[in-house]
């Protein structure tokens, strides 16, 4: 059986670019850049007045100010460069306005007072200028996101100050969701006593939704004539198969069966790791589609999905994952033979990962109480309290 780390580079080698394609800025939260942005303007684009005050001519900072200055109009935000007539006049000036021409300090409302048109002075000098100059934060055609980048809220302000009204993301794979097994039937069904309503599914359509994929879902029987019929249009038609169920011993296990039939590669099937040991994964040489086959249990299909596809996700978008590490709360023995996925509780003051216990990876209510997976990978020495370990969030 192959480790874990055996498992991640076969599933990474299958890396794919999907192309890019040009969508508007206000969809592309969660996605990556395929663009490098550049600034189209100087930032901010002219002198900025960063206080509500007058403007002045006061020349040298170390200058006395005037006891008071004649009151020449208003320059608000939003408004056209106005120009200060001589040093003993002032123009009232609001954040966010252009520096008037001829003025060089602004002295903010709370230093002075005005009555019958003149701004009388408290200050004897004043201690900054209050200017936000032009090009200080960046000069027209910086860089100042590279492609590549996830982007998030902030850069989408970022954007959209820069002009960036559509941005050339990343292509995302088409997904197809495919749950399998005659127990299942669907959410707004009652189950018969043998039966359960599927939830793996669910679980991995809106983990999809967080990597902005809108994936179809589909069901098949444990029927080997359904299964090959169904699985051979959705190798034609998708990207991406994630499968669950039907992998392990069974007698009606028939998913590697049917796909090897079907001319998908096998890659690996059974990991050194638990939960998720049956884990098939492999893809269709001539087509490309690759072929996440996870094991049933809700645990093991979940973990599965967040360590292989959202490593392989990334990677193919050009951006590897680094995955967050956290610190491990109390000792657990080693174990030469598996890796672990572990699942664990976060303290909210010391940041440390706790183990607790629940049902196996059948367990799907266990899911609602963790914070995530810790991987402990296969080794003969203990984990100790306070070891950082690779983690898996799933807030
Ligand atoms: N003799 C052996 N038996 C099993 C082995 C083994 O190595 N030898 N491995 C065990 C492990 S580990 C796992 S995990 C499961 C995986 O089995 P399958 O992938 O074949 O999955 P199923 O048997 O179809 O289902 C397992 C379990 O999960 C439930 N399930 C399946 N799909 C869904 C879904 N979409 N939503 C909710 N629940 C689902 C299913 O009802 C079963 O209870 O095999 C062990 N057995
Ligand atoms: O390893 Mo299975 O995936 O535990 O239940």
């Known amino acids: 059986m192959i480790t874990i780390n055996e498992a991640l580079q076969s599933v990474l080698s299958q890396q794919q670019s999907y192309g890019t394609e040009d969508i508007k800025l206000s969809a592309t939260t969660g996605r990556f850049l395929a663009e490098d942005i550049f600034t189209d303007l100087d930032a901010p684009p002219f002198d900025r007045v960063m206080m509500d005050g007058i403007a002045i001519r006061l020349g040298n900072l170390d200058n006395p100010l005037k006891p008071s200055y004649t ?53 004897e000098k ?87 994929i809108l994936s179809k879902m589909y069901h098949i029987n444990d029927d080997k004539e359904a299964l090959e019929n169904t699985l051979s249009k959705l190798i034609d038609t998708y990207d991406v198969l994630l499968l669950s169920g039907g992998v392990s011993k069974g007698k009606f296990d028939h998913i590697p069966a049917v796909l090897s039939d079907l001319g998908v590669h096998k890659h690996f099937h059974r990991v050194a790791q638990r939960p998720g040991k049956p884990f098939w994964f492999g893809h269709h040489p ?27 996700l990334h990677a193919s978008m050009g951006t590897p994952l ?26 909210a003051k010391t940041g440390h990962a706790f183990p607790f216990s629940h049902n196996g990876s059948g367990d799907l209510f266990s899911l609602s109480k963790t914070d995530g997976f810790l991987l402990l990978p296969q080794r003969d020495g203990d984990f100790l309290e306070g070891e950082q370990l690779e983690f898996l969030c799933i807030r």
């Open 322 to 347: 680094q995955l967050e590490v956290k610190a491990l709360g109390e000792k657990i023995p080693g174990n030469p033979n598996l890796s672990r996925f572990v699942s664990v509780r976060i303290d």
């Open 71 to 123: 009151v020449q109009g208003i320059q608000s935000a939003g408004t056209p460069q106005m120009e200060l007539m001589d040093a003993d006049h002032c123009l009232e000036v609001m954040t966010g306005a252009i520096l008037p021409v001829g003025a060089d300090t602004i002295i903010p409302y709370e230093e002075i007072e005005i009555k019958d048109g003149n701004a009388h002075i408290q200050l």
């Open 126 to 212: 004043a201690s900054k200028r209050y200017i936000h100059n032009r090009g200080s934060d960046s000069k027209k055609g910086e860089k100042i996101i590279s492609k590549g980048k996830l982007i998030t809220a902030a850069d989408i302000g970022i954007l959209a100050t820069v002009g960036k009204a559509t941005v050339s993301v990343a292509k995302l794979p088409s997904v197809a969701i495919i749950s399998t097994g005659d127990e299942l039937v669907d959410v707004n069904q009652t189950p018969l006593p043998h039966q359960i309503r599927k939830s793996n599914v669910y679980t991995l359509w809106s983990a999809l939704v967080k990597e902005g």
């Open 286 to 312: 001539e087509k490309g589609t690759k072929v996440f086959a996870y094991p049933g249990n809700p645990v093991s299909t979940y973990v599965n999905h967040l360590f292989y596809f959202q490593q392989w």
